[in-house]
């Protein structure tokens, strides 16, 4: 026999659904505003991807280019996220304290100024501040605090040293001590820096938009300019691409986080 | 067969970066295919000495390390060929069993067919053949240091190095694992150090005993040197307990008080009928411990002395007796600690 619930339960669920609701809702009105013939009409004026088509034939370039600039950054705050992050954790001192904490300083700044410092220090090397490698440049600085922070939180929990000798005494050199035993162990910190990453630069708009050029304008900034300059159907359009873009990427990650921890089970 | 080796410290010191001195000048030997066991309270520098051999730690400028005639001073560990197991074990968590065992032989890239067929072997040596597919976090405290013994000793070190292997157990699990380790250490003849706080765990490993004290070798000698002919006072009381008596022996007969020590162990110190023997003292404390009960005897004097009573013994407190005094035990004069000690 089940027991009757008491009220506080369905207090709470009321609470809870009414929560999720109130954020998804506009997401919901938003992607189908994207699909349907006419806003104003509703779901009455019929379903269609034109709106996707039109969006697609004239943004398609930002799509790819926000794609390619969230990928490269991923792989550079992997590249130079853990290792640091490894340093910071190995090497506790005042001066890796200073440097943790100056690494966060590009999230706390504004974006907008950020932006503008990096136009001043580079904006004469023209090759560089009309390429796309300039966005870049300015999505590492933002997002790297992240995938470090995610990192160190992980590595910290772990007895490092210990798990490092033990692989230096059974002859690992410090690449083959790197790859197999301080990566493996920092698997969740990374997936979940990877995800973080992922979605911040991809939907970075703040230093994009002080960053870009109209031949290296994202999604973020194409989404923009859907919305001040065209019509409300264009814009959700756009935003359903944004979310079909980073829904795959996301579940991925996580996908092959899962896989790479392995046996990777907390003591 | 492992091809074991000496091993050598010439002068080994070691002063941290914070100014801490951990380790005074330091010679050792350990002799090919012996279990040298590093004994001493903790913070005495063992654990040091042990890193050091291990290249974990560089001793200070001046002190040499030799595996049989190579100077592996200034050698990565990694380059060492030893085999370590760690006092908390380190094992890989994101490994099997298995993979754990089969790390050193990956890194020394060994082919598979050679690596699956050690792997086993290793795991049947340390009976843990059922549990080879098994995460580490799903294992025990003794399973755990079994995997570690085995991960060490499977690509057959020519040093193997323990680093208190038996500390994290519970006392019952100590005594079944340290007597399968016994039985190992004395099948494969392999050089080794073994660092433990635990006197028992000490005198049944080591082939020979190395008593420390801050920083600085005591005694190195075998288990019964020590115990029946311990060169400081430290050694007399660190190594079994040690009475010391404020007394002196004249025509047999004992004179207590005065400013020479006579040193007995508590079995040497028998309790007898009041009127047998002199000095008398009364019972303050019994301790029932199995085989042996032990009690705290106060003389006339005021001193006090422990006695290990053998087989069923039922004095009880209060009680007085006649304290019949056996052989003492001769202890060195206080060892200068400027001296470098070797075997």
Redesign the interface.
């Known amino acids: 026999m089940t027991q009757s619930r008491p009220l506080r339960f369905y207090a709470q669920l009321a609470l809870t659904l009414a929560t999720a609701g109130f954020m998804v809702v506009p997401v919901i009105m938003s992607l189908l505003a994207g699909v349907t013939e006419n806003y104003f009409a509703g779901l009455r004026g019929g379903l269609t991807l034109r709106w996707v088509a039109t969006v697609w034939n004239m943004y398609d370039a930002t799509v790819w280019l926000s794609l390619r600039i969230a990928l490269t950054c991923l792989a550079a705050t992997l590249l130079l996220g853990v290792p640091l992050a490894y340093v910071l954790c190995r090497h506790s001192g005042r001066t890796t304290r200073l440097l943790e904490e100056l690494l966060v300083l590009p999230v706390a700044v504004p974006g907008l100024a950020t932006a503008l410092g990096l136009i001043i220090a580079y904006g004469g090397l023209p090759a560089f501040r009309t390429s796309w490698w300039f966005i870049l440049t300015g999505h590492v600085l933002f997002t790297l605090p992240f995938m470090v922070r995610a990192c160190l939180a992980v590595l910290a929990t ?2 490092l040293q ?2 490092e ?9 410090f690449m ?1 001590r790197f790859v ?2 301080i990566i ?2 920092a ?1 969740p910190g990374i997936v979940a820096g990877a995800l973080t990453v992922l979605t911040l630069s991809i939907g970075e708009f703040n230093l994009t938009w002080m960053l870009h050029t109209p031949l290296t304008k994202t999604l973020p900034v194409g989404l923009a300019d859907s919305y001040a300059s065209m019509r409300l159907e264009i814009a959700s359009a756009y935003t359903l691409i944004f979310l079909v873009l980073l829904f795959p990427l996301l579940v991925g990650i996580q996908i092959a986080g899962r896989r790479l ?7 | 067969m492992t091809a074991t080796t000496s091993i050598r410290l010439d002068a080994c010191a070691k002063t941290f970066a914070n100014g801490i001195r951990a380790l005074w000048p330091i010679d050792l030997h350990v002799r090919p295919g012996e279990t040298l066991a590093l004994l001493g309270p903790s913070g005495c520098g063992k654990t040091t000495l042990l890193r050091i051999i ?3 730690e560089q001793p200070d400028s001046g002190g040499r390390v030799f595996f049989g005639d190579s100077d592996v001073t200034l050698e ?4 060492r ?4 197991v ?1 006092q ?1 074990y ?7 069993v298995a993979e754990n065992i089969a ?2 032989l990956r ?2 890239r060994e082919d598979a067919a050679r690596r699956s067929h050690r792997v086993a072997e290793m795991l049947a040596m340390v009976h843990m053949t059922e549990f080879a597919d098994r ?3 799903r294992l025990s405290g003794g399973q755990k240091q079994r995997v570690a013994l085995a ?2 000793l499977a ?1 057959a070190p020519k040093v193997l ?1 323990l680093d208190e292997p038996l500390t994290a157990l519970d006392a019952k699990l100590r005594e079944t694992l340290r007597s399968e380790m016994a039985d190992l250490l004395a099948r494969l003849q392999i050089t080794t150090v073994l660092v433990t706080h635990d006197q028992a765990e000490a005198m049944s490993l080591g082939t020979r005993v190395a008593v420390m004290s801050r920083g600085r070798l005591e005694q190195v000698g075998p288990p019964q040197e020590l115990y029946d002919a311990p060169r400081s006072a430290f050694v007399a009381e660190f190594v079994g307990s040690m009475n010391r008596l404020r007394a002196r022996l004249i025509d047999g007969r004992v004179e207590l008080g005065g400013d020479t020590a006579l040193h007995y162990r508590p079995h040497d110190v028998h309790l007898v009928n009041e009127s047998d023997a002199m000095p008398t003292g009364r019972v303050v404390a019994r301790f029932f411990l199995g085989g042996v009960t032990r009690y705290v005897v106060e003389l006339v004097d005021g001193q006090r002395l422990i006695v290990d009573a053998f087989g069923r013994s039922s004095a009880s407190i209060g009680e007085s007796f006649g304290v019949k005094l056996g052989r003492a035990t001769e202890v060195g004069n206080a060892v200068t600690h400027d001296a470098h000690l070797s075997d």
């Open positions: 772990t007895d210990a798990l000798e033990a692989a230096a005494s059974l002859g690992a050199g083959h197999t035993v493996p162990n698997v921890a392995g046996g990777n089970k907390p003591q | 291990a290249g974990l990565a560990t990694e380059r060929g030893i085999g370590m760690f908390n380190a094992l890989f968590p994101n490994l099997s790390y050193g890194v020394r995460p580490v976090s991960r060490a690509p190095l």
